[in-house]
Each structure stands twice: as structure tokens, then as C-alpha cells.
């Protein structure tokens, strides 16, 4: 790692499956070894073994080291002997766990919730709707202490993104802009910041995640957005920066559920 360059504090499995992007990796080909790993990352051999495992599990790596120290093949899929990638969301997951789930517990099952209301939206989505899920599992990582820096979760979780995990740029840019961030920037000073760091992705999908967002409770319970949002103002006071935000977006934010609505109900009067 040169000096100065960002820690990574990914799981140490998404920084191993880096390697098969970074080395234009083909199907089949060798695969480092886990004592070649072990040295390239800094830890044990048996904490790399087992974030191969964790690959071979996913599908993204297949086979194990033989005695002749032979490490996994990048061979993918192995039925069809077909590499891929990790998914968006098979990514997402283990990122957010690890910076949420230890320090901020409730926040974490905030953000499962999250993301399995976007599962009940797949149909309006296509093809993105892998992306709006890792977007929904992420969208709070900037409360996590260690990225806690401005304060505003959405540019600082959006900074962490971009500048330690690589994220995909949509990935980021929802996360940025997730229920109506930009009016809280406003409020905070910040908006110049985060509207010329961040562009906005579609309106179908910031819609899509502020109806995941604003349905769901802190502890991942499925709700409705006015109870949401006088939750949120119950619990940061109604003169505070939060509970003014929040009152201020209201309309945009039920403008969000009921667009999607409209969009899950066409879509259903759809034939097959």
C-alpha cells in the first residue's frame, strides 16, 4: 500500500475477489494461492482460507488448494464453467454488516429492512433492481463512527464509497441523494457540496429508494411514511435541524410512495 493511500476496510473476501477484475482474470485460470494471499494482505493463512470459502460459496471461486499448494481456480458457475463477478448486493452485504453491525446494531437491522422492501419492488425495477438493493443495504453506512465526518450521513457514506470502497458511481450517487438528502444539505450547508460531488441518478429510482427508506422502521419493520416521518420528528424534536428537514420534505417524500405505488399497480395490470 503506498503511503498515504486510503485503508481498506472492506471484508477482506471483496478484497480478494478484486483481484480477478484487476488481473483480467479468465475462466479457469490459477488463482493465488491462500499463503501468497495471506502475505500480499498482511494476516494468517487461515483468515484467507476462509474468506475463500466464502467465494467458493458465492460461486466466484471454485475448487481448493491441493497438496501440491495449487491455489482455487477463478472459475465461476463451475456447472457452466462461466466466471463472474460478485453481484451488487452479494458485495453490499458483508460491506455494510461490517461497518454497522457491531456499533450501531439497530441501524443495521434498519438497513436490512431497508433493502427487503426493495426485494418487494423488483418488478418495477429490471434489471436494476440488484442495484437499488445494495443502494437500500448501504444507504446509511455513513453513521458507522469510523466515516463519521462532516456529520451528514448521505455525503459521508457517499466519500466512502467512492474513495475506499470503489463503488459502482449509481451505487454512490443513491446513497448520496437517498430521501431527499439534498434538502438536509441545504439546511446544513452543505447542498453545493453534495450536488457538485454527487450527480443524481434517475427519479425512478431515488423514488424507489426513498419508498424503502421512508417504509420502513429503525428496527426494519415494515410501516407507512407518515408514521415514518413522525417517528424521525418524535425522535430528533420538532425544532431540531432533523425534525424540520424531515416536515419540509414530507410532501416530496409521500410524492415518492405514491409514484411508486402507481408503478407497482401498472405493472401488475401488465399481462404475463
Known amino acids: 500500500m503506498r503511503a498515504g493511500a486510503p485503508i481498506d476496510r472492506r471484508p477482506l473476501e471483496q478484497q480478494i475477489a478484486d483481484i480477478i477484475t484487476a488481473d483480467g482474470l479468465e475462466p479457469g485460470a490459477a488463482f493465488p494461492s491462500a499463503s501468497s494471499l495471506a502475505e500480499q494482505f498482511g494476516v494468517s493463512r487461515p483468515t484467507v482460507t476462509k474468506a475463500l470459502e466464502k467465494l467458493e460459496t458465492a460461486g466466484v471461486l471454485a475448487g481448493g488448494e491441493d497438496k501440491a499448494g495449487c491455489g482455487p481456480s477463478a472459475l465461476c458457475q463451475r456447472e457452466r ?15 455494510a454488516e461490517s461497518l454497522l453491525a457491531e456499533p450501531l446494531p439497530r441501524r443495521w437491522e434498519h438497513c436490512l429492512g431497508v433493502a427487503e422492501r426493495a426485494r418487494t419492488i423488483a418488478l418495477i425495477l429490471g434489471q436494476n433492481a440488484d442495484l437499488l438493493e445494495a443502494a437500500a443495504v448501504l444507504h446509511d453506512i455513513g453513521y458507522a463512527p469510523k466515516l463519521a465526518k462532516t456529520g451528514f450521513h448521505p455525503l459521508d457514506g457517499a466519500r466512502y464509497l467512492r474513495e ?7 451505487v454512490i450517487n443513491l446513497v448520496a441523494h437517498h430521501s431527499c438528502s439534498w434538502l438536509e444539505a441545504d439546511a446544513r450547508g452543505l447542498r453545493e457540496e453534495l450536488e457538485g460531488e454527487f450527480p443524481r441518478e434517475s427519479a425512478d429510482l431515488n423514488d424507489a429508494l426513498c419508498y424503502c427508506d421512508m417504509n420502513t422502521t429503525p428496527d426494519g419493520i415494515p ?3 407518515i408514521d415514518r416521518i413522525n417517528e424521525i420528528t418524535g425522535r430528533y424534536g420538532p425544532d431540531s ?4 428537514f424531515i416536515r419540509r420534505a414530507e410532501p416530496e417524500i409521500l410524492g415518492c410512495t405514491s409514484r411508486v405505488f402507481e408503478r407497482v399497480a401498472a405493472a401488475k395490470r401488465q399481462p404475463m
Open 223 to 225: 410501516t407507512n411514511p
Open 164 to 170: 475506499v470502497a470503489d463503488a459502482d458511481a449509481r
Open 81 to 95: 464453467s462461466v466466471c463472474r463477478l460478485p453481484t451488487l448486493t452479494e458485495w453490499a452485504y458483508p460491506l
Open 241 to 244: 435541524l432533523i425534525g424540520k
